[in-house]
């Protein structure tokens, strides 16, 4: 039988992890799990309790009412993709408007926050054969996965597809809030002090900004064709 491993892909926002991961895990037959979307529905929790708005964040409201609330996936037998549940209501469409984007960076700052999520999300990973994207899997969840991929693209392209997103989606947004969300997002992702991005050392670089979808999935196949064989 074919080995299973685990793949982590690591990244900036918008820079297409999500779409490779859920390809790869496709083609693989693997899980995916899109980290992301757990800290943007503790964010939502947040925002349904009145705990953070652009203005003020009660961080110790949210510490103490974390034990409240439960994340699960469940697929959608229409698309067959996972969608996020939060205290048993799918929420998935509401995790992903600008409005979520702009308060999550604060959210997963938090260091309780991500202890609960990563042991959640280690547990997802220990029987292998799993895709799962995110800020810190090859440097926090799984640092000894067996392929760490690390996603770039300009911030002027990743706002782009952004947009894009968030316009086909019905969203009525600028290109200048957008961006002005993906470089204050890096910012504080790659700051904080409890698991910042970065690329882990044996992570290997992928920068998409000249690459089709097609171009970068198969690139990605390759390599993690390789990995498995080996
Ligand atoms: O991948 P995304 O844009 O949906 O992620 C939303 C936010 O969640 C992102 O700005 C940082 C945070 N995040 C994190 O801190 N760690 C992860 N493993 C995944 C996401």
Redesign the pocket.
Known sequence: MEKKVIIAI?GY??TG??TVARQLAKKLGYIYV???????AV?LYAMQHNFIDQSHFDKEALEQSLSLINIRFEVNSDTGLAEVVLNNKNVEKE??TLE??KL??P???ISMV?KK??EQ?QLMGKDSGIV??????GT??FPDAELKLFMTATAKDRAERRYKELLERGEDVTYEDVLKNVVN??H??ST?KD?P?RKAEDAIEIDNSNLTLVEQFEQILAIAKKVIAK
């Open positions: 690591d926002s918008s992890k999500s899109d980290t992301g979307a757990m800290y943007r964010t995790i992903r979520v984007s999550v960076s959210v997963a700052a991500r999520l990563v999300q799962m994207d995110g800020r810190d899997i926090v969840v997002r890096d504080i992702d904080r698991s991005l």
